[in-house]
């Protein structure tokens, strides 16, 4: 039946599988958070991947302020580290002012300019109405930089960006730009915002769930104050302070710690992802 569109028998699939590896991110104690299983005559043994799955299309949700850019940036900073090509769709930060963070990623990392200015490419959306506003020709552009450019990791910060006045829309632009990613390759960041009406750790996105329910793994981002004198003994920082938290909502494409963790941005400006609550509870009471 090769000749119907879209039918497969399971097994003539056996050369397009693709085998569920790990990419760092250069985000410490991350990493760390996904992994897969093995069975030997023991039973099921978990692997750690050692960073997100390849091929994922990962979504990075949260309100203004958490770390989302940060973390896209460090990402696309240190893949480029490791020789890999890094395509950076930039939606709300005109590419000059992309430049200047990337560096400055760079530099708390003791990555040398050089080495990343080979391997990541700009796509300028803020700059450009029309890959900001018209999809195909975002699509057209990126095709050009994965095969003049042989890039295998797309950053979009953010995909809200693209459908700004029409978050109606929102499933539709994010399910075309999904199987874009897929049709590439492409292991894919896409950044998106909450609104402040959302409930802090949900991974409901401007447009609502759309983007998460499309997307193989989601990632959520948050902020708080220290409220109460049960937050001061839990967190261990004074009333007033803002702490930062993380947690991964859901990925399909392998397991994954469930946990929400402290999520760290250092004085020069890199998130790492800390202790989970539950650790943080435990020590204050041991
Ligand atoms: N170089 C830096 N040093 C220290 N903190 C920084 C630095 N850059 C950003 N931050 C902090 O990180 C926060 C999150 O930044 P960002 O990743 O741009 O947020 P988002 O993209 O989620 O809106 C900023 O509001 C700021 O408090
Ligand atoms: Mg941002």
């Not at 990791?153 to 960006?161: C, H, K």
Request: aromatic residues 10%; hydrophobic residues 40%.
């Amino acid at each position: 039946m090769k000749d119907v569109a879209g039918v497969y028998r399971l097994g003539e699939l056996k050369d397009r599988i693709v085998e569920i590896k790990g990419v760092p991110t250069g985000i410490q104690g991350l990493d760390g958070l996904f992994f897969t299983f093995k069975r030997d005559d023991k039973g099921f043994k978990k692997v750690p991947l050692g960073g997100i799955p390849q091929y994922a299309v990962v979504n990075l949700t949260g309100v203004s302020d958490t770390g989302k850019s940060l973390m896209a940036e460090q990402f696309a900073v240190w893949r480029a580290g490791q020789g890999d090509r890094v395509a950076f769709v930039t939606v709300e930060t005109p590419a000059a002012f992309l430049s200047a963070g990337l560096y400055e990623r760079a530099k708390a990392y003791g990555i040398e300019n050089t080495v990343i200015d080979e391997n990541i490419i700009i796509v300028d959306a803020a700059s450009y109405k029309d890959l900001r506003e018209n999809l195909p020709a975002l699509f057209d552009t990126l095709a050009y930089v994965y095969k003049n450019y042989r890039a295998d990791y797309t950053i979009i910060d953010s995909v809200t960006g693209l459908y700004e006045h029409k978050e109606i829309m929102a499933r539709v632009f994010v399910r075309q730009i999904f199987n874009f990613l897929k049709k590439w390759y492409q292991t894919g960041i896409l950044v998106s915002q909450k609104r402040s009406s959302h409930e802090e750790l949900s991974a409901e996105a401007a447009g609502g769930y759309a983007v998460s329910h499309i997307v193989d793994c989601t990632m959520v981002l948050s902020k708080k104050t220290i409220q109460s004198t049960y937050d001061e003994r839990l967190y261990r920082k004074p009333i007033g302070e803002l702490i930062r938290l993380f947690r991964i909502d859901g990925c399909r494409m392998c397991g994954h710690d469930t946990d929400t963790h402290i999520l760290n941005i250092s004085d020069i400006g890199l998130v790492s992802i800390g202790p989970s609550l539950k650790e943080m509870l435990n020590k204050k009471e041991g």
